[in-house]
Structures are given as structure tokens and as C-alpha cells.
């Protein structure tokens, strides 16, 4: 249950995404300890011995939780405050402890949920605000068999709010950058609710005139509980459908059928292979494009067509592009982004060839998406671009 975030996320993207790595500008060594120690506390239940014992005790236990916080990361084990260490730590994440059990049985045993969002944000219209998480929950609901409605009065199962500092949960929040949000599991009370930080700088961001979205991103390694349980390798339309790809499995989505199917990749199309990097329709042409590292496959009227994979030199990609992380196709520009890292290329679907001028950074063509992107998808005249999925 703890995905259903992946689509507020979708909507509502803090314009910094990172408060890291900063540039130390003036920032001690001594900051940084500091900082790693409220870190460990907050996230690894690190306990700093106080009083005399302090310098006795202390060196041990503090590098054994900043291994453990290493290793978690997937980082050198150095047990030191090394700067790989501490840009991960400075890095947005999930308010949530890394180290603490959480039950796992724990979901909604309804399928209509109601919301209510209870705080605004200061950095939003409340009409902005109504209009993402309505958009977020239509999403979701064409891909978990859930309803969801909105409350106006009385306790919703999931209050939204826009909260700084202090909000009377035991979980602060630390003003811009760091934290971004928090969810509760699902439950009575405070449970199934969501609060976001209210200091950071979230925004819609415009796009060449359209509404652009985009996912919070975490570290490139937190797994467990802030990691991605349902995360896409990539998403695609398919004439009336959504396609969601992971791993051998897709998931099409359907509006007008209450059921969503999950089928292997195979079973429908046995020349495509698993882990897929990238997928766009190209409306006007009523293809799909299907990417893995260098090679590519086209699927027409539901059929592989003959002759692929082919590579994707062909799209005017030099032999350094060993594979893509999204692409998308613009309908009315007859233009396809593809997203590479942190760079965006722009094709020219009916000239064919890549447009003059790129790889440019994706920040430049999609303002406010300053990082790379793991799917896209073009739905209902929104973009929706998946960073590294934030769930709870
Ligand atoms: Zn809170």
C-alpha cells in the first residue's frame, strides 16, 4: 500500500530537489560531524552517550552506525565522514528510519479511501494542490484496485498536509532540502496520512506550455522501506492503454476496464526481453518503441515487427549511448525526448534524424527536472516523468 505515494510524488516535485552536494561553501568539518550525528540519530537509531562516558564510548558506537549507514548505502565502509558520506546523507530522502522494523501486514482493508487535505501549501494554490493529488489519484486508481474520494469534513483515511518543522508527530521536519515528506502506514488516526515539508520549493512546473511533473528522487541506493517496491522500468501508452514494465512483467492499464492485467512480457510479445530501459508510443505512427541497452524493437498493431532488435545508432545516438533511461514521445511536435543521464535528445520522428543542438541538459528542455529520469509517459496532456520511485 505504501506505493500508493508514487503518485502524489508524480505531482508534486520540490523545485531543489537535493539540498546536496553543496558546494561546502563554508561549511566545517565540524558541520559535517555534527550534521552526520543528528543524521544517525534520526535514522539509525544512533544514542550518543552524553556526559563523561561520552569520549570514552563514543568513537566506536558512532563509526559502527556510520558503517552501518555505509553499507546501507551501499558506500565505502570506512566508518569515517568521508565526502561520499556526507553528500549521501545531505541527499533527499524519506523522513522514515532506515534501521527501524516496521509491520508488513499492515494495509487498507477497504478499497475506497477517502483524503481530505487538511494544510495547504504555502508555495501552491489550493486549487494547484486539489488539482495534482486529483490527477495523482486517478493515476493510481487505474493501477491498484482502489477508489478515491475526496472528504471535505471529518477524518478522511489519508489527511494531507503541508507542515514545517515541528508538527507535533515526534518527526520533524528540517526546512528545505533533507526530508521532503513523510506517509504513515495505513490505519486509524494519524495512519494512511501524508505531510510534506511545506519549506521546500514545490512547485507544477510549466513545460513549453504544458504541465510537467516529476518524482522526488532519493539516493541511488536506499533500499527497504523508502525504496521502490512498485517501480516501473518503464512506461508507455499503447493506443487506449497504459503499459507499466518491471522486470519480465507489464501491467496494462485500461480506462474504461476496472481490472488491470498483469501479464508476462513474453506472453505477448516473446521477442521482447526483460529489464526494458525505455518505451514510447509514437501516436501518429501507432508504434511502440521498445528499448533495451543498445538495442531497440517496434511493435505495431501488438505484433513485433520483423527485423528487430536493430540498434540504436539508427536514431543518430553516437556509440557512447550505451542505453537510455525514458523516452517520450511529443504528439503535436512530432518530436520523441530521450532522457540519457542527466541530458535530454530531441528526435525528429519525421525527418529522422536527432535534432540539431542536442543532448542538451534535461533541466534546459524540462524545467525543474534537474536529474535523470527512469520513465515517462505522456497521459491525459500530462507528462509524467519517474525519477527514482519515493514510496513508503
Ligand atoms: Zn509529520
Redesign the pocket.
Known amino acids: 500500500m505504501g506505493n500508493l505515494w508514487l503518485g502524489l510524488f508524480t505531482l508534486l516535485q520540490p523545485a531543489v530537489l537535493y539540498a546536496c552536494p553543496l558546494p561546502l561553501l563554508g561549511v566545517s568539518a565540524d558541520g559535517d560531524l555534527e550534521f552526520a550525528e543528528v543524521y544517525l540519530e534520526k535514522f539509525y537509531n544512533y544514542k550518543p552517550v552524553t556526559g563523561r562516558r561520552r569520549r570514552a564510548a563514543e568513537p566506536n558506537l558512532f563509526q559502527a552506525k556510520l558503517r552501518e549507514m555505509q553499507h546501507f548505502f551501499g558506500l565505502e565502509e570506512s566508518g569515517n565522514v568521508d565526502p561520499q558520506t556526507i553528500a549521501a546523507m545531505r541527499s533527499a530522502r524519506c ?1 522514515l528510519s532506515d534501521v527501524e522494523k516496521f509491520r508488513k501486514t499492515m494495509r487498507w482493508t477497504n478499497r475506497t479511501l477517502t483524503y481530505r487535505i487538511s494544510r495547504f501549501s504555502s508555495k501552491l494554490t489550493a486549487a494547484q494542490v486539489r488539482t495534482a493529488f486529483r490527477q495523482a489519484w486517478k493515476l493510481w486508481a487505474q493501477a491498484v484496485p482502489l477508489k478515491f474520494r475526496r472528504q471535505r469534513k471529518s477524518d478522511a483515511d489519508i489527511v494531507i498536509s503541508f ?1 514545517s518543522k515541528d ?1 507535533e ?1 515526534g ?1 520533524p ?1 528540517d526546512g528545505e532540502g533533507g526530508i521532503l515528506a ?1 506517509a504513515f502506514f495505513p490505519g486509524p488516526g494519524i495512519g494512511g496520512d501524508v ?1 510534506f515539508d511545506d519549506e521546500e520549493a514545490w512547485s507544477t512546473t510549466n513545460a513549453k506550455g504544458k504541465r510537467a511533473i516529476s518524482l522526488d528522487r532519493l539516493p541511488p541506493k536506499t533500499p527497504d522501506k523508502c525504496d521502490t517496491t512498485l517501480s516501473f522500468d518503464a512506461v508507455t501508452g499503447l493506443q487506449q492503454e497504459l503499459i507499466f514494465f518491471k522486470d519480465r512483467f507489464m501491467w496494462r492499464v485500461h480506462p474504461s476496464f476496472e481490472q488491470i492485467g498483469i501479464t508476462l512480457i513474453t506472453s505477448l510479445w516473446p521477442e521482447l526481453p526483460a529489464h526494458i530501459d525505455a518505451a514510447y508510443e509514437n501516436t501518429n505512427k501507432n508504434t511502440m518503441l521498445v528499448f533495451k541497452g543498445s538495442q531497440y524493437w517496434e511493435v505495431s498493431s501488438l505484433k513485433v515487427k520483423h527485423g528487430y532488435p536493430r540498434n540504436i545508432s539508427e536514431f543518430g545516438f553516437p556509440s557512447t549511448v550505451r542505453s537510455i533511461d525514458a523516452a517520450l514521445y511529443l504528439r503535436e511536435r512530432r518530436l520523441t525526448d530521450f532522457f540519457i543521464g542527466g541530458e535530454c535528445w530531441r528526435f525528429d520522428e519525421d525527418a529522422g534524424w536527432m535534432m540539431e543542438g542536442f543532448p542538451k541538459p534535461i533541466a534546459h528542455e524540462w524545467p525543474g527536472i534537474d536529474s535523470p529520469v527512469d520513465a515517462a509517459v505522456v497521459h491525459d496532456g500530462w507528462y509524467y516523468l519517474w525519477k527514482h520511485f519515493l514510496s513508503f
Open positions: 523522513g507542515n508538527h508527530d518527526s521536519f513523510h505531510h
